[in-house]
């Protein structure tokens, strides 16, 4: 099986979310999957996981892997890696990234590498999300959500995912805006406009147990499409 990023169209569009529901989806299906993140940032937590996204995600995958493979570097503060290296001082570290990405996959059936921000966040000046997805070569699931402007930025996410030549395995709808577009609605227009699959949409979730995540994902999203 072939590792996957999951890259979304904005920041706060539920990549987290969604990459912990694929992870428990995957492990209740028999599939040894491993998680990772390869650049957080914000406040670090006091206990555990520096980042409380890698701790949601390492926590949905039940994987025991070092921290500094899973989250090969954190940025206390929030922003892109590039702004952060530009305030702090600390430049984001592309070939630790890779080795831990490398020694993930071999230690695991599947991968889940979770994006940071949209796909074009700068990690260095010429150096973007898209060109991590690029030298992981691996295919992208795009997660975007129902607020309006979101086929703009879903249109956008998309082309440029064609630019870099990252196979995209298809959209999932992240429905956790009140005031959004219809998710059928949405659907129609997305797969029209972009001819990308649209693997399912996923209902705001309350209840973040196994149980739960594992019913609502598998109920709601295409894993066929997704492991194909």
């Known amino acids: 099986m072939k590792s996957l990023f999951v890259a979304g169209t904005d920041t706060d569009v539920g990549k987290t979310y969604v990459t912990a529901g694929l992870a428990v989806t995957l492990r209740k299906l028999g599939i040894d999957v491993g998680v990772m993140k390869p650049f957080a940032a914000g406040i670090a937590q006091k206990k555990g996981y520096k980042s409380e996204d890698v701790e949601i995600i390492a926590k949905a995958s039940q994987t025991d892997d070092p921290e500094n493979l899973v989250n090969p570097q954190f940025f206390p503060i929030p922003a892109s890696p590039y702004t952060a290296w530009k305030n702090l001082k600390i430049k984001p570290k592309i070939s630790t990234v890779i080795s831990a990405y490398k020694k993930l996959s071999k230690s695991h059936s599947m991968l889940l590498v979770e994006g940071m921000g949209g796909i074009m966040t700068p990690i260095l000046k010429d150096y973007y999300v898209t060109d991590l997805i690029k030298d992981m070569k691996i295919p992208s699931v795009i997660v975007t959500r ?76 295409n894993m066929n499409l997704i492991l194909k």
């Open 146 to 221: 129902t607020k309006v402007g979101t086929v703009n930025h879903t249109m956008m996410t998309v082309e440029m995912c064609k630019k870099y030549k990252i196979p995209v395995k298809g959209i999932i709808i992240n429905d956790f805006d009140s005031d959004g577009y219809k998710v059928k609605e949405l659907t129609r227009d997305l797969k029209n406009l972009t001819n990308v699959p649209i693997l399912g949409s996923i209902p705001f979730i309350k209840d973040m147990s196994d149980s739960s995540l594992y019913r609502i994902f598998k109920k709601n999203l």
